[in-house]
C-alpha cells in the first residue's frame, strides 16, 4: 500500500476536499462538507488508517507527517470559506431586512407612485386668501387654543349668555374649568388684531385670517366637528353696512363665478350689531332645492354685521371715531359648494378617489 499513498495521491485527495468546500454556498452545506471530509469513511480517513499498514517506518512517518498538514490545510480552508460566507449571508440578511423608507407604494407595484398635491381645504383656504389680498386685506392667522376671554367675554359674550349654546364648545383641561378651550370660530382673531392695532396704533385694520376651528358636532352633510373659517375684519373712518354689503358681493362673484348670488338675512350675533347670515345660491341644484341645502335652494357660508360698540369697549376702541363690519364664513362650505361636493365628510374620509379629483 506504500506505494499507493504518494505525496501526489495526499495532495489529490487535499485538492478535492478543498474543491468540495470552496463549492459551498451556505453555511449549512458547508458544515455538511467539512463532516463528509473528517467522516471515518472519507477518502482521507481511510489514508490515515491505512498508515499502520505500512511495512517501511520511514514512508509511514512521511505519509503521515503529510497526511496531518493535509488535515490542517483542510481545516484552513474550511475557517476561509465560513469567514467569507458569514459576510455574504450577513449582507443578504440586511438585504432582506431593509425597509425602503423614501417610497410609500400604493396599490400595484407597477404603477408609478405619484407626488400627491394640496389637499382640496388647503387649495381652498389659498384661493380665499388670494381673494381677498387682491381685495387689500392683509392676511394673518392666529391660535387654535384660546381663552374664553378672546373665544366669547371680548366678542360680548358674557358667562351664561344664552348665545354660547350656539357653539358646543370643546374645553381643554388646563387651569380653572371652562377657562381654556378649542376656539370655536375664527372671530377671536379679531380681538387679537385690534389688541395689537390699539398697543402699536396702527389703526386702521383691513385682514382676513383664516385657521381651524372646533365644534362638538356630529358630523353630517354640512357639518364637520373640526372645520375650517376665514374671518374679516375692517376698522376705518365712515365705514357703513354699504360697505360690507359690497365685500360679501364683490368676494361671491370673484370666488364662485357671476351665476352664483349671495344674499343677507337678518340674524344675530352678539358681536355684531346689526348682524346677517351671509348665503349663495345652492351650487348642487342651482338654487332648486336639495339635501344638502335642506330643499331651501341657499347655502349659508357663515355670518356679518357692524362690529358692536361692546367690542370697541373691550379692546379700548373709540366707537365714535372708528366704526367697521366683520365677517365670517366656512371654508370647507366654499370649497363644498365650489365642487359641488354632496357631502362635506367626503373632505376627511381620505378616499384617494375623491381626493385624486381636486
Ligand atoms: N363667528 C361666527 C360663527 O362662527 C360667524 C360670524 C358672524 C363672524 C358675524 C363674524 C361676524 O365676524 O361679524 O358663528
Redesign the pocket.
Known sequence: MSEELTSEVIADLLATAINAVAATSSLAELDHEASQVRAKDSALMLARRSLGTLSDIDARKAAGALLNEAMSVFGEAVDARRAALEISERASQLEADRLDLTEVVVGDLRVPVGRGHAHLVTQTRASLEAVFVAMGFTVTEGPEVETDWYNFEALNLPPGHPARD?YDTMYLDIGEPETVLLRT?T?PM?IHLLEQAVAEGTLPVHAAMAGRCYRLDTPDARHLPVFH?I?GLVIDRNITFADLAGVIETFTAAYFGPDIHARLRPAY?P??EP?AEFEITCTICRGVGCRTCSRTGWIEL????MVDPAVFAAVGIDPVEWSGF???FGIDRCAQMRHQIADMRSLIENDLRFMRQF
Not at 357663515?302 to 354685521?305: H, K
Request: glycine content about 24%; some cysteine; aromatic content about 18%.
Open positions: 350656539m370660530h372671530s379679531q373659517q374671518e350675533f358681536f355684531t348682524s357663515g355670518g356679518c354685521g366683520a365677517f365670517g
